[in-house]
């Protein structure tokens, strides 16, 4: 085969690896909003990670599950220990084989992982017509831009522009790739009535939501984040003493 020949072949094949399996124009870009996890000294805000998880609990858990986060890590953002308990109570959860080798359920415990809505993946598909909602544990580290993509998808529902053919059961979403989702939109103001009095607008839920879900996906943040100031401050000392050892070393050797 001559070069005239194979060029285009190539040129061909290099478009396909350039081409994302939707067109890139078809996504719109997140929102940008400013969280308090940001940054190198970015924290956790509690009371909205708190409501995050009344709207995560009341909403998003009948089509979501949680499944690697355990109700007992729920202290670290400021609930009781029997908070927890009877949070876990509420669930009924799946157990066994027991002596005569049958599983069963029975109430959740603080060790538990919040359970997941459908029995397997197949019965997620059957109810959402055909699309699986996946786990949320780490769906904040899954995507691109994660918190901003979340804060952006739950706000982001509108009528299809004029000319654009929605498929049965799917709903317009500038936000999600290719612009079409099959998850109905799950947030409208007033849809939770917070204990502390928040209003329950649209845009709250979303951003208590994000709180809850990047805390889900690393629970560990602050910590990391206090390790690495540490870190640098021990070096910084360690460059200093250095310097100053260097400094006396070769102070009296002639050069
Ligand atoms: C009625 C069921 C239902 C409810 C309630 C629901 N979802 Fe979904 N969700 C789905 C389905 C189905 C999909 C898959 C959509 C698709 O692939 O087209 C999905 C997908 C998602 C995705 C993945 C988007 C992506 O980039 O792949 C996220 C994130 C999500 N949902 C978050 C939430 C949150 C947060 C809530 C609660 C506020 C919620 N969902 C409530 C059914 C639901």
Redesign the pocket.
């Known amino acids: 085969m001559s070069y005239s020949v194979i060029r285009p072949l190539f040129a061909a094949m290099a478009l396909m690896a350039a081409t994302p399996a939707f067109a890139a124009g078809d996504v719109a870009h997140p929102k940008q909003q400013q969280w308090a996890f940001d940054g190198v000294f970015g924290t956790f805000d509690k009371p909205s990670i708190q409501r995050g998880l009344q ?2 609990k009341e ?2 858990a ?3 599950g949680l499944d690697r986060v355990a109700f007992r890590t729920l202290t670290g953002v400021g609930f009781s220990e029997a908070e927890v308990k009877s949070l876990a109570a509420s669930y009924d959860v799946q157990d066994g084989p027991n002596d005569v080798g049958e599983m069963f359920t029975r109430p959740g415990q603080p060790s538990d992982k919040f359970p997941n809505p459908y029995a397997n993946d197949n019965m997620a598909r059957a109810m ?2 055909g ?4 786990d ?1 544990s780490l ?1 904040v580290k899954a ?1 691109p831009d994660g918190a901003n ?2 804060f952006s ?2 706000t982001g529902y509108s009528d299809a522009p004029k000319g654009f053919e929605l498929p049965e059961g ?1 709903y317009y979403n500038k936000y ?2 290719g612009g ?5 939109p ?2 409208s103001a007033d849809q939770v009535t917070y204990q502390d009095g928040t209003h329950a607008t649209v845009e709250q ?1 979303a951003r208590d ?1 994000v709180n809850f ?1 990047q805390w889900a996906a690393e629970p560990e943040m602050e910590d990391r984040k206090h390790m690495g100031i540490k870190v640098m401050i021990f070096l910084l000392v360690m460059v200093g003493f250095f310097y100053v050892a260097k400094k006396r070393i070769w102070n009296n050797i002639e050069h």
């Open positions: 709207v995560y909403v998003c009948a089509c979501h959402n017509n699309a699986l909602p996946p949320l769906i995507r993509y979340l998808l739950l799917s999600f790739p079409v989702i099959k998850m109905p799950p947030l839920e939501l879900l």
